[in-house]
């Protein structure tokens, strides 16, 4: 995120829980939609969710509550069949709105609260 100058956290420690800001499906380092629509760019906000909480000592399995925001709900289902995919029996609770102007023009985005758990030595 810092690379591309952008005003905000790509994610904020606090304690042991990590507050991720909103992941759209762009590729990585760019600015730039994945094509292909909701499907793909859920698929591709997840990745990005993963890889910023991978980056910060967590992970998906370690998500406690996700906020999906749309650009219309009637995409739900499409991007629910991705989602569900990425979090297999541990599923975190989750919120999902419809709203009108998504950053750079998305079709979904994704902010998570996750746990970031020490490992032991």
Not at 37 to 57: P, Y
Not at 76 to 101: C, I, L, Q
Request: glycine fraction near 10%; include cysteine; charge should be negative.
């Amino acid at each position: 995120m810092a690379a591309l100058n952008l005003p905000f956290s790509e994610a904020v420690r606090v304690g042991e829980m990590l507050y991720l800001s909103g992941q759209i499906g762009v590729l990585p380092g760019t600015t730039e939609l994945v094509p292909g629509g909701i499907t793909e760019e859920t698929r591709q906000t997840l990745e990005n969710v993963r890889a910023v909480l991978e980056r910060h000592g967590s992970g998906l399995d370690r998500v406690v509550k996700c906020t999906i925001f749309l650009a219309d709900i009637g995409e739900w289902p499409r991007m629910n069949e991705v989602y569900v995919t990425f979090f297999g029996d541990k599923k975190p609770a989750r919120s999902a709105v419809a709203g009108s102007g998504l950053a750079l023009g998305a079709r979904v985005e994704i902010d998570c609260i996750a746990v970031i758990v020490e490992s032991e030595s």
